[in-house]
Structures are given as C-alpha cells and as structure tokens.
C-alpha cells in the first residue's frame, strides 16, 4: 500500500511540474485564449509573437482537473487494494 501513496506522490508531482499553459491576446476589440500545451513550470511556453496583447498563463482549470483525475484514480485504486488484502 505504501507503493500507491509514493505512486500518487510523483504523479501529483510531476503534473504540478508540467502544467498546462494558454496563450491569450488582449488587443482592442480583439480577445482570445489558445491552449498551447505542457511546459516545465519554471520554464513556461514564449508567446507567438512578442507585444503587450500577447501572453502566457497556466491553464489552472485544466491542471486542477488533471489533479482531481489523478486523486479519485488513486483513492479508487487504494480502496480495491485495501479491500483485496483484508
């Protein structure tokens, strides 16, 4: 059982170091948000082009979906496993 605890440890880990990102563009009349993938959180995705309108920010709805998926997928497999050896 200790193993699915380590398991669970590095796979919140390791989604919390390559988070998803979006690219968003504020201009005028003109906004929009683009997802532009995984990134090592210390080192986030450049922008398309460079100019105040453009940016990049981590897609935080994403990553907390990724993080509940990844918690109710362990807390299942710890409840078969814990069933299973008692």
């Known amino acids: 059982m200790k193993h699915i605890l380590r ?4 796979l919140i880990v390791l989604v919390c170091l390559f ?5 968003t563009v504020h201009g005028g009349q003109v906004r929009s948000e683009t997802p ?6 210390f080192k986030p995705p450049k922008p398309e082009r460079d ?16 993080l509940g998926v990844v918690v109710a997928v ?11 050896n008692t």
């Open 19 to 23: 988070p998803p990102w979006i690219q």
């Open 7 to 10: 398991l669970g440890a590095m």
């Open 74 to 84: 362990l807390s299942i497999t710890w409840t078969f496993i814990r069933k299973r």
């Open 51 to 66: 100019g105040a309108a453009f940016g990049i920010i981590m897609d935080t709805n994403r990553l907390l979906c990724e």
């Open 36 to 41: 532009v993938g995984y990134a090592l959180i």
